[in-house]
């Protein structure tokens, strides 16, 4: 089935370190975003990518970064900057193109957690 | 800047009843909406969209919402809530260019139904 995989669900961190997040999705889509929530906030965009080998700042961009070497792949990396990075971390993707409204798809989520 | 006011944080239905959670959006454009569910630790699911034509959308599992443009909102509605529709639910707007920048999400709105 066509979908947005991420892993590992449950991540646990440790003070200082940093940690890589995975989505890939087979849904050959061109674009792909990561959004931080948390309870009572909402979603809020981190970072997204249009095209491979580029991205752009989202909202909250800071202690947060990202590649996009493959079309299926988007990691996001959670840096020691981040002062608060105990969160929820969702995945979407979806595809680009002149008509409005494109249809923008999650995956399952990954709970980040810092001990 | 887009952005989506969901003014109530928490909703309590009995089973049975009808429902309708309010979003009010800011936008200088023709906005595009949503509206998504998501059950608990779980990521998004897409109840509906509007991007044109017919102000009156229907969605997936029996509900639908209304746009209207004189009143900047876009809520939802179901006509008889069922025990499984307790969940969170988002109010999202994205731009004329398809969405490729991302979504702007409300903070949402709990969902509980009592028996």
């Known amino acids: 089935d066509g979908g947005i995989t991420q892993s590992p669900k449950y991540l646990f961190r440790k003070e200082g370190q940093n940690v890589t997040l995975s989505c890939e999705q087979n849904l050959n889509h061109d674009a792909m975003y990561w959004y931080r929530q948390d309870p009572g906030q909402g979603l809020r965009l981190i970072y997204y990518s249009q095209i491979v080998n580029d991205f752009q700042k989202g909202d909250i961009a800071e202690g947060y970064s990202v590649s996009r070497e493959k079309k299926e792949s988007f990691p996001l990396t959670v840096t020691s900057a981040q002062k608060n990075p105990t969160a929820f971390y969702l995945c979407a993707s979806s595809i680009l193109g002149d008509f409005p409204g494109n249809t923008i798809y999650f995956g399952e989520g990954s709970w980040l957690t810092v001990v | 800047a887009q952005s989506v006011t969901q003014p109530d944080i928490h909703i309590t239905v009995s089973e049975g009843a009808s429902l309708e959670l309010r979003c009010n959006y800011s936008?200088?454009?023709?906005?595009?909406l949503f509206w998504y569910v998501q059950s608990p630790g779980q990521g998004l699911q897409l109840l509906l969209k509007?991007?044109?034509?017919?102000?009156l959308v229907q969605g997936i599992k029996g509900f639908e919402a209304e746009f209207k443009r004189s009143q900047s909102s876009f809520n939802l509605r179901k006509p008889s809530v069922h025990w499984s529709d307790a969940a969170e639910y988002f109010c999202?707007?994205?731009?004329?260019?398809?969405?490729?920048?991302?979504?702007?999400f409300g903070k949402g709105t709990h969902l509980i139904i009592q028996p």
């Open positions: 936008y200088g454009a023709t906005p595009y």
């Open positions: 999202a707007v994205g731009d004329s260019g398809g969405g490729a920048d991302g979504l702007t």
């Open positions: 509007y991007f044109s034509g017919d102000t």
